[in-house]
């Protein structure tokens, strides 16, 4: 059941969780935008999200949520704006770099390594927590085999929060789709992020497994301590999982508010909603 959060205004007009405002925003975007050729595909997107706010970004497609996930992970570099992770500006860093800083994505067709096991998987993505050397591996040192037993303790914590533990030796192309959406957010979650971006966790998903899934983000909210921003067709997740949304039509935002205020903006439900108030892009 979605708990009543206190979304409260903050100086770029933004709204974040009460619980966030004596803590500094994890991400601040201002004024972003990016030109293709001739074409402006996004356009003074400007953003803040709370240290442990659920938020959502939500469009028509074509809106532009993906080409916003790509700046914010610097696969695309911005025309214009500002992206602050954690205060730090992110301009002319490598997706690895901002990786390392403290932000990792999912991907709306899933990109595991499907020919290793679902404990393979998790520990490549903990490679920012290993502290031996290739000398060390190599010649594998005591040093080593610490460090790869440390690594499989923390990927079996990290799979047992989504309940895949007992999936560790299994082949991750033979795992069932949604156990696949879930190991994909296990290895972006071991890379230690303090904001976490689901690029449409819930497509292919029967209603149980977004059942499941709206679940699973608060609990990883939870443990994690971390900011979550997700993109989704899926109304019924959006609404009952989001505290604060944003609305993104043509590359702009057209409205940001609380699930409910969304619900009822006239501009939302004409622009994306439906005038029915429940069609699905």
């Keep these: 059941m979605k708990t009543h959060t206190k979304m409260v205004p903050v100086p770029s007009q933004g709204i974040i969780p009460e619980r966030d405002l004596d803590k500094s925003p994890v991400l601040e975007i201002v004024r972003l935008?990016?030109?293709?050729?001739?074409?402006?595909?996004?356009?003074d997107f400007s953003l803040i999200i709370g240290r442990?706010?659920?938020?959502?970004?939500?469009?028509?497609?074509?809106?532009?949520?993906t080409t916003v996930f790509n700046l914010l992970t610097n696969v695309y570099e911005p025309t214009r704006g500002t992206i602050l992770l954690n205060g730090r500006n992110t301009r002319g860093l490598k997706t690895y770099q901002l990786n390392k800083m403290g932000i990792a994505r999912t991907f709306q067709n899933i990109r595991l390594f499907k020919d290793l096991t679902v404990l393979d998987n998790v520990k490549i993505a903990l490679h920012n927590e290993m502290d031996?050397?290739?000398?060390?591996?190599?010649?594998?040192?005591p040093s080593y085999w610490r460090a790869e037993r440390i690594s499989t303790e923390r990927a079996m914590e990290l799979l047992s929060v989504l309940g895949m533990q007992d999936m560790a030796g299994s082949i991750a192309g033979s795992l069932p789709y949604g156990a696949q959406r879930r190991l994909e957010i296990v290895r972006a979650l071991a890379t230690n992020p303090s904001i976490l971006l689901l690029d449409e966790p819930a497509a292919g998903m029967n209603p149980s497994e977004t059942a499941e899934l709206m679940e699973n983000i608060r609990k990883i909210r939870d443990v994690?301590?971390?900011a979550i921003l997700l993109i989704e067709h899926d109304m019924n997740l959006v609404m009952g999982v989001c505290e604060g949304i944003a609305v993104l039509n043509y590359g702009r935002i057209i409205a940001k508010g609380t699930p409910e205020e969304i619900q009822n903006n006239p501009t939302v439900i004409e622009a994306y909603l439906g005038h029915s108030g429940g069609e699905q892009a």
């Design 33 to 43: 935008g990016i030109d293709f050729g001739g074409l402006t595909a996004v356009e």
């Design 224 to 226: 994690f301590n971390i």
């Design 52 to 65: 442990t706010e659920i938020a959502g970004l939500i469009g028509p497609n074509g809106a532009g949520k």
């Design 132 to 141: 031996y050397s290739a000398v060390e591996a190599v010649l594998r040192l």
